[in-house]
């Protein structure tokens, strides 16, 4: 089946740790997006790529690092710069952009800093 | 700053009742209104769209409404049934931008 897989589902992490979410998308999809959910705030856009090897800082971008080696990889790293990084995070895509077409996001990864 | 104001917060109908979220926008270059259900642990899905040169779409039970010279847009939910309890987001984007603006997003909940 087509679609966005998130790893991992529920993620702990220490102070001070930089962790790595996962996304693929086996969509054929050009573009992808993480976004930040918090209760209360909607959903904020942390960082997207339109194509490979290149990507554009969204409206929180900072204290998150991404890449696009791939076209179906979109890993977000959550450094330790970033000040409150116990949140929801959403993986998405779309054909290329929002505009054109709709976004399929992933299921979530719940990252919680103890 | 773009923005899309959403309201209300919370929401409790019953069933068979009319929920109505309602969205503000302030950019008038604007012209996708799309909107999003999301059910607990999982991720949105869209639901229903809209482009400014209609002001009303119906997808089954779900209708958008659009007031372009007011700059806004809502969601009623007909016949409102238990399984329609989810957060809806409503979100707007423009033509050659690649970011959807989202709303901060209502949580519906029907009650039996």
């Known amino acids: 089946d087509g679609g966005i897989t998130q790893s991992p589902k529920y993620l702990f992490r220490k102070e001070g740790q930089n962790v790595t979410l996962s996304c693929e998308q086996n969509l054929n999809h050009d573009a992808m997006y993480w976004y930040r959910q918090d209760p209360g705030q909607g959903l904020r856009l942390i960082y997207y790529s339109q194509i490979v090897n290149d990507f554009q800082k969204g409206d929180i971008a900072e204290g998150y690092s991404v890449s696009r080696e791939k076209k179906e990889s979109f890993p977000l790293t959550v450094t330790s710069a970033q000040k409150n990084p116990t949140a929801f995070y959403l993986c998405?895509?779309?054909?290329?952009?929002?505009?054109?077409?709709?976004?399929?996001f992933g299921e979530g990864s719940r990252l919680t800093v103890l | 700053q773009q923005q899309v104001k959403q309201s209300p917060q919370s929401l409790i109908v019953q069933k068979g009742g009319i929920p109505i979220i309602n969205c503000a926008y302030e950019n008038t270059a604007f012209d996708y209104f799309p909107w999003y259900q999301q059910f607990p642990g999982k991720g949105p899905a869209l639901l229903i769209a809209?482009?400014?040169?209609?002001s009303e779409k119906k997808e089954g039970r779900f209708t958008i409404s659009f007031n372009k010279s007011a700059k806004q847009f809502s969601l009623h939910i007909m016949d409102s049934q238990p399984g329609d309890s989810a957060t809806y987001f409503c979100?707007?984007?423009?033509?050659?931008?690649?970011?959807?603006?989202f709303g901060t997003g209502t949580r519906l909940t029907i009650i039996p």
């Open positions: 979100a707007a984007s423009f033509f050659g931008n690649e970011k959807l603006t």
């Open positions: 998405a895509s779309s054909i290329y952009d929002v505009n054109t077409g709709e976004l399929f």
């Open positions: 809209i482009r400014p040169d209609v």
